[in-house]
């Protein structure tokens, strides 16, 4: 019996056929060295322009058909390789890229984000994804976990008409940096996890209550840091930005009601 291929659609196989998009992901490539790794390559319509940068660059997709077509079009400089890129390690100072298949978008910007090696990201996500995870309007709990070490900036917006076939809603364009100088120290970031877990998923109606009572705020400590930065009992964790949330971490840490 033939072995079952997912199809075209359950791999989230939206091609990017827009050339000044392609070119935009190469120009954010070409801004830095290294090493290039791209997730996802589909029929090459990154991978093949971005090969032009002379690069080593290894693609990683899923479906052995596009593996195989691939393989036959680019040069030395390329490897080609049959994996899934959740479980894939992104070479050491790489520039990962990747027009993200939809169905993974959450579990590959887990996996990146736990990943070491990459130093910068460009990424394509659906709209609402590219908006929340750059912190526009509001930061989501995954944003503000990594927000010390990583810096995500809102590139801007993909019409679906840059794909075939052409998804339901728009894209975003994401660039994810490594920082140089991290707003923590690689050892504190288990535990800021776990503090910025704990204040997001914590019992009370607003901040205050919520940094108190899922992230081991003193009560005092609490009220005085929503004074101080003019929150209000409606404020929620993700009105929170970077500066502050790691002032409430080192709080958190010293207990001093
Ligand atoms: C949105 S398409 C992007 C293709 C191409 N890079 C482009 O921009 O046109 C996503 C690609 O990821 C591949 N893919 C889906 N799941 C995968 C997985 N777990 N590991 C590796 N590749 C996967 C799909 O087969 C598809 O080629």
């Known amino acids: 019996m033939p072995r079952h291929l997912p199809g075209a659609h359950e791999l989230g196989?939206?091609?990017?056929?827009?050339?000044?998009?392609?070119?935009?992901?190469?120009?954010?490539?070409?801004?830095?060295?290294?090493?290039?790794?791209?997730?996802?390559?589909?029929?090459?319509?990154?991978?093949?322009?971005?090969?032009?940068?002379?690069?080593p660059l290894e693609a990683v997709e899923i479906d052995p058909r596009a593996v195989r077509a691939l393989t036959r079009r680019v040069g030395a400089h390329?490897?080609?390789?049959?994996?899934?890129?959740?479980?894939?390690a992104?070479?050491?100072?790489?520039?990962?890229?990747?027009?993200?298949?939809?169905h993974l978008t959450t579990p590959a910007l887990r996996h990146l984000l736990r990943s070491d090696g990459w130093s910068r990201a460009v990424l394509v996500t659906q709209w609402e994804v590219a908006r929340k995870r750059a912190g526009v309007g509001g930061a989501t709990m995954m944003t503000a976990q990594w927000w010390p070490w990583v810096e995500t900036t809102l590139e801007g917006r993909i019409p679906a008409s840059a794909f075939r076939p052409r998804p339901a809603v728009d894209s975003g364009l994401l660039l994810l940096e490594r920082r140089r100088e991290p707003h923590l120290a690689r050892?504190?970031?288990?535990?800021?996890?776990q503090f910025v877990r704990g204040v997001?998923?914590?019992?009370?109606?607003?901040?205050?209550?919520?940094l108190r009572r899922g992230g081991g705020?003193?009560?005092?400590?609490?009220?005085?840091?929503?004074?101080?930065?003019?929150?209000?009992?409606?404020?929620?964790?993700?009105?929170?930005?970077?500066?502050?949330?790691?002032e409430a971490f080192e709080l958190s840490r010293t207990r001093t009601g």
């Open 200 to 210: 997001f998923t914590g019992p009370g109606r607003g901040l205050e209550q919520m």
């Open 217 to 246: 705020l003193p009560a005092g400590a609490a009220r005085r840091f929503c004074d101080r930065h003019g929150y209000s009992p409606r404020t929620l964790p993700r009105d929170v930005v970077l500066a502050q949330w790691v």
């Open 78 to 88: 390329v490897t080609v390789r049959r994996g899934d890129i959740l479980r894939h």
């Open 13 to 55: 196989q939206n091609f990017l056929r827009d050339r000044r998009t392609i070119d935009r992901i190469v120009d954010l490539v070409a801004r830095a060295d290294g090493d290039i790794v791209e997730w996802g390559a589909g029929d090459g319509a990154l991978t093949l322009p971005l090969s032009a940068l002379g690069r």
């Open 90 to 102: 992104p070479t050491p100072g790489s520039t990962l890229v990747s027009n993200l298949p939809y």
């Open 187 to 193: 050892r504190d970031r288990r535990a800021y996890q």
